[in-house]
């Protein structure tokens, strides 16, 4: 192998390496605003996700109240019936 040729050898095996740590310091500078924004995402889900279960809470006892109230007033209802029977 003539110098020529080992010098190309070396050149390319230089900007291999060279490639490998621009990738590396690509991926670590990518990382770290994908995982802020990973934690970011988990929070607000979180937020949500509490919002939905008071909402479905606030929901079902809203739903629990009016049943009460309109079973109430149809018992009411019946009793005046029976009442006005007599």
Known sequence: MDS???HQITR???STKSVEIKRSNLRSSAITPLRAANTTISKDLR???M???QAASD???S???SLFVLHSHHDDNNM???ISDH
């Open 4 to 6: 020529s040729s080992a």
């Open 63 to 65: 739903t629990s109240n």
């Open 59 to 61: 929901h079902a006892q």
């Open 51 to 53: 919002e939905v279960d």
């Open 47 to 49: 937020g949500i996700a």
């Open 12 to 14: 390319v095996r230089n």
């Open 80 to 82: 005046l019936s029976s």
